[in-house]
């Protein structure tokens, strides 16, 4: 397991969970990132901060703070 913001651009997983932050993990199971879903790592800003993920045809930018509370298990 690993969190999405320590993920490499290109890595794939699946979303397995979240830390504490209710309020946040209401946000992002809305934005479709729930248990079970494949994800992509895109790309990161230049500044490496917000990132890129796609997630099903759709492709969402995160800060990197939210996708520290993204537990994700990896696809080999």
Do not use: F, H, W
């Not at 993990?25 to 790592?41: D, K």
């Amino acid at each position: 397991m690993t969190y999405l913001s320590k993920m490499a651009p290109g890595q794939k997983g699946r979303v397995i969970g979240y830390t504490d932050d209710n309020r946040i993990a209401r946000r992002l199971t809305e934005l479709g990132l729930v248990p079970g879903r494949t994800i992509e790592y895109v790309r990161n800003a230049p500044l490496n901060d917000p990132l890129e993920v796609q997630v099903g045809p759709c492709c969402l930018s995160l800060r990197r703070a939210e996708a520290s509370m993204v537990a994700v298990e990896l696809e080999e």
